[in-house]
């Protein structure tokens, strides 16, 4: 069974970057017909696509935050990893990073793995 | 971007009552590979979001069988045909024939 847990600094200021990691257990982030995401989610909104990783390395963003965000992974670690740069208050949220699988029917199961989120407060 | 717009936003349920709840998209979401990329997600109190319904009506792995998807196009609806104490929480429709993805504004499901 997969795991994914994120990791990084729950504090960053105003102006600086929000650095993230999820690292991925029970499965590659580099085969199999999945890909791999982030989501946030700002106390008391909806949710909100930020990103994803695919397991070739593409990676697609989010238009409204691509010029601030940099998804990246490194496969020897199984981990892939968040970059928003610029921060402000709005981006304070809980960060999930999260998986789609495709099934043998082809059926495409979009975030059907969730890591269990981290909040990051943007603060001076 | 493709706007999820749902409704209502805020439900109050009976427990072994049906409940539904609706969803519209801004543009179609059936892909020329004749999918419609359409999902509902749960998010139950203090928990992570779960995935219950893939492609409009595919129930998610270990869902109960009293939800159920339906619709085509830019019309779609949840149903839960006998709501139970455990299905309290935030429901949000997403698609993902587009980047970016996007969420409806989630439906507020109370007992």
């Known amino acids: 069974q997969v795991q994914l847990q994120e990791s990084g600094p729950g504090l960053v200021k105003p102006s600086q970057t929000l650095s993230l990691t999820c690292t991925v257990s029970?499965?590659?982030?580099?085969?199999?017909?999945?890909?791999w995401s982030w989501v946030r989610q700002p106390a008391g909104k909806a949710l909100e696509w930020i990103g994803r990783?695919?397991?070739?390395?593409?990676?697609d963003s989010n238009p409204s935050l691509t010029s601030r965000l940099i998804i990246s992974r490194d496969t020897s670690q199984n981990q892939f990893f968040l970059q928003l740069t610029s921060v402000t208050a709005a981006d304070t949220a809980v960060y999930y990073c999260?998986?789609?699988?495709?099934?043998?029917?082809?059926?495409?199961?979009?975030?059907?793995?969730w890591g269990q989120g981290t909040l990051v407060t943007v603060s001076s | 971007d493709i706007v999820m717009t749902q409704s209502p936003l805020s439900l109050s349920v009976t427990p072994g009552q049906p409940a539904s709840i609706s969803c519209k998209s801004s543009?179609?979401?059936?892909?020329?590979?004749?999918?419609?990329?359409l999902y509902w997600v749960l998010q139950k109190p203090g928990q992570t979001p779960q995935l219950l319904i893939s492609?409009?009506?595919k129930r998610f792995a270990g869902v109960p069988d009293r939800f159920s998807g339906s619709g085509s196009g830019t019309d779609f609806t949840l149903k839960i045909s006998r709501v139970e104490t455990e299905d309290v929480g935030i429901y949000y429709c997403?698609?993902?024939?587009?980047?970016?993805?996007?969420f409806g504004q989630g439906t507020k499901v109370e007992i």
């Open positions: 999260t998986r789609d699988a495709q099934r043998f029917d082809g059926t495409w199961d979009v975030f059907e793995q």
């Open positions: 029970g499965g590659s982030i580099t085969s199999g017909n999945y890909q």
């Open positions: 990783i695919y397991t070739t390395g593409r990676t």
């Open positions: 543009q179609s979401l059936l892909h020329s590979n004749g999918r419609t990329f």
């Open positions: 492609e409009v009506s």
């Open positions: 997403m698609q993902s024939i587009q980047v970016p993805r996007t």
